[in-house]
C-alpha cells in the first residue's frame, strides 16, 4: 500500500511551464510502474506518462513537451511540461501500480490560459 501527494499544480500562461510533484509515503524503488494521468470535467481519465525501472512512455499529446523522471531517495516521481497549451488543462492524478493494484493521488489542477 501507499499513499500518494501531488504537488505544483497551477495557473500559468499559454507557453508556459510547470513541475508536477508526486511525493509517496514509503519507498518507491519496490515500485516499478509509477506515472501521471490527467482528467476534464465529464470525461475519463487519460494517461499523460509512466516510468519503470528501465524506461518512460508517454502520449502522444504531451510527448515532446513532458519529461518524467523519478527519484527513489526522495521517494517522488516528477512530471515537467513544458510549452503548455489551454488544452493540457486538467486534474493531474498521480498513481503507483503495487502488486496488481493502481493507487491514486488526490489530483493537482493544472490551468492553462489562453
Known amino acids: 500500500q501507499v499513499q500518494l501527494v501531488e504537488s505544483g499544480g497551477g495557473l500559468v500562461q499559454t507557453g508556459g511551464s510547470l513541475r508536477l510533484s508526486c511525493a509517496a509515503s514509503r519507498s518507491i524503488s519496490s515500485i516499478n510502474v509509477m506515472g501521471w494521468y490527467r482528467q476534464t470535467p465529464g470525461n475519463q481519465r487519460e494517461f499523460v506518462a509512466f516510468i519503470d525501472t528501465g524506461s518512460t512512455r508517454y502520449a502522444a499529446s504531451v510527448k515532446g513537451r513532458s519529461t518524467i523522471s523519478r527519484d527513489n531517495a526522495k521517494n517522488t516521481v516528477d512530471l515537467q511540461m513544458s510549452s503548455l497549451k489551454p488544452e493540457d488543462t486538467a486534474v493531474y492524478y498521480c498513481?503507483?501500480?503495487?502488486?496488481?493494484?493502481?493507487?491514486w493521488g488526490q489530483g493537482t489542477q493544472v490551468t492553462v490560459s489562453s
Open positions: 498513481y503507483a501500480y503495487v502488486a496488481g493494484t493502481i493507487y
